[in-house]
């Protein structure tokens, strides 16, 4: 309890899973190898609304277990969420929709006898087109996670009437797809009446209940395994229909069912960041202090499912504004749910609202960094970061000009992401030899999260990282929040240390502690923030418009940086994944066709090694103690919110281009440039 | 990806059975066969064969074997000397690890990258005649300019066969009927109202080699690419070129366009239109208008035109530059 | 059909013909190292060495390489030592979910190898140093990282060249 001597934590302990990962050893969900497996695959929906008339099957198909699909499939429990209802109705309401399953002895007779299904499909007429001035839109009660959809104070329509300088511009940001490098998957295997599922998300706990519920199982007789996960970024943070299907194909073939999602179907049924229109409207005074901001999102859902991407809800908390509207406004289309994508509304509110501030610095000739300084009276540690940052950066020795056929320009833009906790139960165990078991149903999905929570227990038992063993990964450990929403650290160190303290309290009386943060938790301090700055120096080539990114920078406030070395990876990784959203990344939509036609990774484009020049990544460390008991904030998604604009605004600044509908490809941006040379 | 029979070609008379088709590299027939969009019933393995060489033509040029691997072609020798832009060229596409696989022949023979082709659920005049083409109205920002039809407006993805098309390339072909040559050049179809059919080569005709004629100008060749990232991403434009230019004048070049049109495109007028001229930009410009002039640019592809014309005077440019330092 | 895998030999029976070699691998010999991360040589998550050259094995038959000898990451070092490449990863915390991972290094060995036999990359001018960072990333972007992990597998990379 009186561990203030850290040793371990802020330490830059290489992660404990490293040799297995590097070696091959560490294994993923389909990588457990079963008796008599059978391998799953799903049948997709070839339109985008309609009904599902029949299933006819080739009887010829050697190998073939069953096929599935709703004229034959056990009944299941409703679930909460209406896309795990799978084969449950005939109704089709998106393309890449799962209509049927098909359970074989191998994955090639699975793959084959799937692509030769008949479908008897009735077609309708399809919706799949977001326009901002689309006749259904509509504003919703909460944008995600439960934010308000609006919010209104002072009066915006008088400030920005009023105002010696106004900005009205609207910034578009296409659909985006996680694309973790491991696609989702599962084994599912029935022993009883309990089932095992080994499955690749990013909530063990929260898998296990939404499955069992299905199934009509309390979640203790779902057993889990999510020992490694290769990536999520929101897309595995629910159960999605493989988690599903599999139990389902294993309940019917009464063998263990694999089914790894085709890298295809990661573009329809495990979610994605939903296109969105933003409006603009900013006012300031002619010394640059902002009067009035409207910032109004128009974004698209589902017809299954209501889930609005809470693009204006971060202009509510970065600078305060007397004058302050925000809104949403979504429409229903027959096109795959939007879910999680790091950073949720931050990522692609922050385009906006960055970028519109870099137009009204442009306006008033102000320094970008010092138009935000002005607007940040409360708001030290973000202020520290743009300072800290510029100075690190060279920003003011930034130097538009020209390099053979290469115009050169830079840009900056900041980062909020909110700080929070969820309720979460760890429990420690007394080997003896002061040797420790630490159990906790967390996912590390790359984060680093076994080894900080084995960090903090370390510390807070006052023993050697060696001496603590730490077991994650399993929902049949105490009950653990998601990996997500970048509160993975505060959340499970909070639980991990609570459990520590309980049992060094007890004086060695007990050899187990249990600690459950749920009456902590519902007394944070709400409203605190993760902050940061970019900073992006890039080159356009005259000669064919590519863009690339000579220099990208961030400084951050994480609180309390619990390692640095894994910190560092976080940080970077997001910062890149913004790199992506500015430059590369965008769902292609065909509207006839009713769906996205760039669904793998050759056509829809993250950055490769060569995209990715000098780039580094700094933080200020300093804790915030009144938060949780590390003083952490998370920083896994903050590096992507302000990363895009950063590096538009820089385009702007190199080429006098303002590019407002992302991606920046060089079809949008050629044809504005001036001849070379 | 539906059955198939396997067996291994032992030798080039052994002729191929309807339904029948060559494996090589295999980095695009098991990729469409994977997506059911490519269904062979028989499956017969040249790799075996002895193709796997780059040699020497008499009277100078350079035979490339069709087996031979493209990182392996990039990497001759031979050819980074006498013939820069195919080394470049190849360097260009795909990755390491492609490359690695990827033949000198089944480069020629792979298929469009277009989005529908790929999907064997959309329709497509080239994977399912008949069907129709979405393209035209849907996606075709990285289709073709030229030499499209309603039919189908795929692009050719090859950086290769770019390179190859400006050298004047021969394609060595052995069939059933014997042996023949082609031009690389004239490999390819227009699509015109067939476009399932890609190339002028009959069933059973295999790519033995790839001669390469002697070039002596073709040591100042350069192939530049426009793509959506900087590596590992098919060309979004790209030129090849070689150049000779005698007291300030283009005594001979060779161009060739790439993913503007379903096969390398050749820039024939643009060659004739600057034979005889000042080498300057303004006459480089002008030679690739010429060639540009019959372009079809669809809602979404015009960007091609200024990206190719600067791509052009680009790489002309560098290359007469070179030739004056 | 057999196959030699880490040196050792392994007959598969009833082996599929369409059964690529990254599923024998997987499905089969239970070597799950190399993964499955496009299933469409886009990505580079499943690259091995065949006779030593890095490939996408998830686009090759395993049907026609019998005669070859394939490495996988689980065969890289010996004697529970570390193979450079992997101890380079370790030591620059190059990689985070690790899905990527066993390709990324086995394509380092083999790109290490190709550089060893003055290979030019897209990034390669004459005179210039193989190993520059940009020829690393250049050579290194047929395996992509969604966590993006690039900038610490270039030291890494690096290291194990003993540069």
């Known amino acids: 309890m009186t561990s203030t001597s850290a040793r371990a934590v802020g330490s830059p302990l290489a992660r404990l899973e490293g040799p297995a990962k590097v070696s091959g050893a560490a294994r993923y969900a389909a990588e457990y190898p079963q008796d008599h497996l059978a391998y799953g695959w799903i049948v997709a929906s070839p339109v985008a609304r309609g009904r599902l008339d029949a299933v006819l099957t080739d009887p010829a198909e050697e190998d073939v277990l069953a096929v599935l699909w709703h004229g034959n499939a056990p009944e299941l429990e409703k679930p909460d969420d209406p896309e795990l209802a799978v084969l449950q109705s005939d109704e089709i309401r998106y393309r890449g929709q799962p209509l049927a399953l098909v359970i074989a002895t191998s994955i090639e007779a699975a793959r084959r006898a799937a692509q030769a299904v008949q479908l008897e499909i009735t077609a309708e007429d399809h919706d799949v087109e977001l326009r901002a001035d689309h006749p259904d839109r509509y504003t919703p009660e909460t944008v995600v996670p439960d934010a308000p959809a609006t919010s209104d104070t002072g009066d915006v329509d008088a400030a920005l009437a009023g105002a010696p300088v106004t900005i009205d511009v609207v910034y578009e940001t296409p659909a985006l797809h996680n694309n973790p490098m491991e696609p989702h998957a599962t084994i599912a295997r029935w022993d009883g009446q309990d089932l095992i599922l080994y499955d690749s998300n990013q909530h063990p706990s929260g898998i296990a209940e939404t499955v069992g519920a299905i199934f009509g199982l309390p979640a203790e007789r779902v057993h889990v395994v999510t020992e490694h996960v290769g990536g999520g970024f929101g897309s595995k943070g629910s159960a999605r229909p493989n988690a599903v299907l599999a139990a389902l194909g294993s309940l019917v073939t009464g063998r263990p069912v694999q089914i790894a999602l085709p890298r295809q179907a990661m573009f329809s049924m495990v979610g994605h960041r939903a296109p969105t229109v933003q409006r603009i409207r900013v006012g300031a005074t002619r010394d640059g202090i902002l009067t009035a901001i409207d910032h109004q999102t128009c974004t698209q859902s589902s017809r299954l499912f209501e889930f609005v991407e809470s693009a204006s809800v971060v202009t509510r908390e970065v600078y305060p504004v007397p004058n302050l509207r925000t809104g949403h406004q979504v429409v229903r289309l027959d096109m795959p749910t939007p879910r999680w994508m790091r950073a949720p509304g931050e990522a692609p509110g922050m385009v906006g609202l960055e970028c519109a501030l870099d137009e009204l610095a442009a306006e008033l000739g102000v320094d970008p960094v010092e138009l935000r300084v002005r607007n940040s009276p409360e708001n030290p540690r973000y202020v520290e970061c743009l300072r800290s940052g510029a100075e690190r950066f060279g920003w003011s020795e930034r130097d538009r000009r020209t390099d053979g056929e290469w115009l050169i320009g830079f840009g900056m833009a900041g980062a909020t992401y909110p700080a929070q906790a969820m309720p979460s139960t760890a429990r420690v165990r007394a080997l003896g030899n002061d040797e420790y078991e630490v159990a906790i149903a967390a996912a590390d999905l790359g984060t680093g999260a076994r080894t900080i929570l084995t960090q903090i227990a370390a510390d807070e038992l006052g023993v050697p990282v060696e001496q603590i063993h730490i077991r994650i990964g399993n929902s049949t450990l105490p009950q653990a929040s998601v990996a997500g929403g970048s509160s993975g650290s505060a959340s499970w160190g909070w639980a991990v240390t609570g459990a520590c303290r309980e049992l060094r309290a007890a004086g060695g009386s007990t050899e187990e502690a249990t600690f459950d943060t749920t009456a902590l938790v519902q007394q944070q301090k709400e409203g605190r923030h993760a902050s940061g700055a970019h900073f992006a120096e890039v080159r356009v080539s005259t000669v064919t418009g590519e863009v690339r990114v000579s220099r990208l920078f961030g400084m951050f406030d994480g609180g309390r940086i619990l390692n640095p070395r894994t910190a560092r990876s976080q940080f970077l990784g997001g910062m890149i994944m913004g790199m992506g959203m500015a430059l590369h990344e965008e769902g292609v939509l065909d509207p006839a066709q009713g769906t996205w036609v760039n669904h793998d990774l050759a056509e829809y484009h993250i950055p490769t090694h060569a995209d990715v020049e000098w780039i580094d990544a700094a933080w200020l460390d300093a804790p915030e103690s009144d938060l949780n008991p590390m003083g952490s904030k998370g920083i896994g998604e903050i590096g992507i919110v302000g990363s895009p604009a950063a590096i538009l605004n820089a385009i702007w600044h190199a080429t006098g281009v303002r590019i407002r509908s992302l991606p920046a490809r060089l079809d949008k941006l050629l044809p504005a440039l001036p001849s070379p040379r | ?325 | 059909m057999r196959l030699t895998v880490n040196g050792a030999q392994h007959h598969l029976v009833g082996l599929d013909p369409r059964t690529t070699l990254l599923d024998a691998l997987r499905e089969r010999l239970h070597l799950t190292g190399a993964k499955n991360g496009c299933d469409h040589g886009q990505c580079g998550a499943c690259t091995v060495l065949l006779d030593g050259r890095r490939v996408n094995s998830c686009l090759i038959l395993a049907i026609t390489q019998q005669d070859a000898e394939i490495t996988t990451v689980e065969g890289l070092g010996h004697k529970g030592e570390p193979h450079p490449v992997q101890q380079g990863f370790l030591d620059h915390d190059g990689f985070q979910c690790g899905y990527c991972t066993p390709g990324q290094i086995c394509s380092a060995v083999g790109m290490l190898d190709e550089v060893g036999k003055g290979w030019p990359s897209a990034a390669t001018s004459d005179g210039d140093d193989l190993l520059s960072d940009a020829e690393i990333r250049e050579r290194m972007s047929g395996n992509l990282c969604r966590c993006a992990a690039y900038p610490n597998m270039v030291p890494a990379i690096r290291q194990a060249a003993g540069r």
């Open chain 2, 1 to 325: 990806m539906k059955t198939f029979a396997y067996r291994t070609a032992t030798g080039l008379a052994d002729g191929l059975e309807p339904g029948a088709v060559f494996l090589a590299g295999g980095t695009n027939l098991v990729d469409l066969m994977k997506l059911g969009v490519a269904t062979p019933d028989v499956l017969v393995d040249v790799n075996k064969l002895p193709m796997s060489e780059v040699g020497e033509l008499p009277g100078g040029g350079v035979r490339i074997g069709s087996s031979v691997r493209n990182s392996d072609l990039a990497a001759d020798q031979r050819v980074r000397t006498a013939y820069p832009v195919l080394s470049q060229a190849l360097l260009a596409g795909a990755s390491g690890q492609l490359r690695n696989m990827a033949t000198t022949g089944g480069n020629l023979l792979q298929r469009t990258r277009c989005r529908y082709f790929m999907d064997a659920t959309m329709p497509c005049n080239k994977h399912r005649p008949g069907s129709g083409c979405p393209a035209r109205d849907g996606d075709h920002r990285n289709l073709a300019i030229l030499g499209g039809s309603p039919a189908c407006v795929a692009t050719h993805p090859s950086d290769m066969a770019v390179a190859l098309a400006a050298l004047d390339a021969v394609v060595q072909l052995d069939g059933p009927t014997g042996q023949r040559s082609v031009p690389v050049t004239e490999l390819y179809r227009l699509p015109g109202d067939t476009p399932d059919r890609d190339t002028v080569l009959e069933h059973g005709e295999l790519i033995t080699a790839v001669d390469l004629p002697a070039l002596p100008f073709a040591t100042r060749s350069a192939y530049r690419k426009a793509r959506d990232r900087a590596s590992y991403a098919f060309a979004v434009g790209s030129v090849a070129a070689a150049i000779d230019i005698q007291d300030g004048l283009v005594s001979d070049v060779r161009l060739a366009f790439g993913a503007v049109a379903p096969k390398p495109w050749r820039a024939f007028a643009a060659e004739a239109a600057l034979r005889g001229q000042p080498a300057t930009r303004e006459h480089f410009m002008a030679a690739a208008d010429v060639e540009l002039r019959d372009a079809r640019p669809l809602r979404d592809n015009a960007y091609k035109l200024p990206l190719i014309r600067n791509l052009t005077v680009s790489v002309l440019e560098g290359l007469a530059g070179e030739v004056t330092r």
